[in-house]
């Protein structure tokens, strides 16, 4: 006789569309019934497209299936509407926490930390609250970027009390390792991480916490995109194609978890040699078409500064030391365009 353990050992065989996450790892099945030689299961999407839906339908049909003593399988795959998934993300925010963003990338080396921790600053000088929730497990960065070391220190509730950097308060794995000790996980504990980053720190009262997701969309974006109770997504870019080819995959993973497009930053647009020479070293207007293309804002480029890069070498983003410069307030322009975004 078929049981429940085996309907579910057969999902696992079950990809998510577009992923090499099952089903079974995403939280899909609500309900399984199994009796008389029939299996019944009831799965949940809470994004995704009706194509995603009848592919999963049609997947998990077939693997069961071919299980032994079946004779028939129902499969039903409810899809939870925009309105509704977006009324239960408001119902699950973080107390203390007005808004939550994630700053991502569709591959590495576009500047999407120095975007971010530079974002960060410019809200902050904007005069909001601000937190920076550094994601990127296997290679984080903020603490160099943002001039932090030492770990952080336990609160009387048991929670980490995260440090305070340029008036941003932070948290990063790199806060608790030793040097270059690397981080070797699965997902799972990677998922536990995160969720203790958002639950298990001392972050309120903030106006902002800015996410600062690892590059690229794959199980780990989606996983934090699920885990965290986001209000939007930031993509950053540079001009040429090869990285435009990939925000296309970026804004893809957004919506699937229904997650709205707060618009494209374009990094890199250009440079100014010391002659005054205007060089388009990457492209130029990449993100801007791109944005239009997609139907998403545009919130704006930030040129090639050898301040910006100073800025992070020394601890000290540009935004919060040289806030008059130009390159400072390029960042506080796409600061200023996200602030109006998020109303």
Request: include cysteine.
């Amino acid at each position: 006789m078929i049981n429940e353990e085996q309907v579910r050992e057969a999902l696992k065989a079950v990809k998510y569309p577009g992923y090499t996450r099952d089903i079974i790892s995403f939280g899909l099945i609500k309900d399984v019934a199994v009796g008389n030689g029939a299996i019944t299961v009831v799965m949940q999407l809470t994004g995704g497209t009706p194509e995603i839906a009848r592919q999963i339908k049609l997947d998990s049909e077939k693997a069961l299936g071919a299980l032994q003593d079946v004779k028939h399988v129902f499969v039903e795959v409810r899809q939870q509407s925009a309105a509704a998934a977006s009324v239960a993300a408001k119902q699950n925010n973080v107390p203390g926490i007005k808004r939550i963003v994630a700053v991502a990338s569709g591959k590495g080396g576009v500047g999407k930390s120095t975007c971010s921790v530079n974002l960060a600053c410019a809200l902050k000088l904007l005069g909001a609250n601000v937190g920076l929730l550094d994601c990127d497990i296997y290679g984080p960065s903020i603490p160099l970027m943002m001039g932090v070391s030492g770990r952080p220190e336990l609160s009387a509730a048991d929670k980490l009390v995260p440090p305070v950097a340029h008036g941003v308060k932070l948290m990063s794995m790199g806060l608790l390792l030793d040097g270059d000790q690397p981080v070797i996980w699965r997902g799972p504990m990677i998922q536990k991480t995160i969720q203790q980053f958002i639950g298990a720190v001392e972050w309120a009262p903030l106006d902002y916490l800015l996410v600062d997701l690892p590059p690229g969309t794959g199980d780990a974006q989606l996983s934090l995109c699920q885990l965290v109770p986001l209000d939007g997504g930031v993509i950053v870019t540079t001009p040429q194609e090869a990285s435009l080819g990939v925000v296309r995959k970026g804004i893809a993973m957004f919506n699937k978890v229904n997650v709205p497009i707060l618009g494209i930053v374009e990094n890199m647009s250009y440079f100014i040699t010391p002659g005054g020479e205007r060089v388009e070293i990457f492209g130029h207007g990449g993100g801007h078409a791109e944005a239009e293309r997609q139907k998403v804002p545009f919130l704006g480029e930030v040129p090639i500064f050898m301040e910006i890069r100073e800025g992070g070498d020394s601890g000290v983003p540009v935004v919060a030391g040289k806030p008059k410069l130009p390159p400072a307030q390029a960042f506080i322009q796409v600061a200023e365009a996200l602030r109006q975004r998020l109303g």
